[in-house]
């Protein structure tokens, strides 16, 4: 059974960091491209960040230059680091591993941007 589980959200003031993180479960983890995306209160789910299995990285022009994406393969891990996070950064930020044919999602964690 394949399973994501996202940590780390939270309140955290405008101009601050958050770390969150997704660990990954019954899938062979350095196969599957990650990434994270976010719903905003009403408005669609948007991809916020990706990093393929070589590590190649893409990022919304929204959050670039602010948030930073990796993994740890030996971990079966994926962070997102929020940097300089703003109020429109508010949403549930989800965890995506994906492949050519299969297509896994997290639960999601909070993210609120308030002071």
């Known amino acids: 059974q394949v399973q994501l589980v996202e940590s780390g959200g939270g309140l955290v003031q405008p101009g601050g960091s958050l770390r969150l993180s997704c660990v990954a479960s019954g899938i062979i983890f350095r196969l599957y491209a990650m990434g994270w995306y976010r719903q905003a209160p009403g408005k669609q789910r948007e991809l916020v960040a990706g990093i393929t299995t070589g590590g190649s990285t893409n990022y919304a022009d929204s959050v670039k230059g602010r948030f930073t994406i990796s993994r740890d393969n030996v971990r079966r891990r994926v962070y997102l680091e929020l940097n300089m996070v703003k109020p429109e950064d508010t949403a549930v930020y989800y965890c995506?591993?994906?492949?050519?044919?299969?297509?896994?999602w997290g639960k999601g964690t909070l993210v609120t941007v308030s002071s």
């Open positions: 995506n591993a994906g492949d050519n044919a299969m297509d896994y």
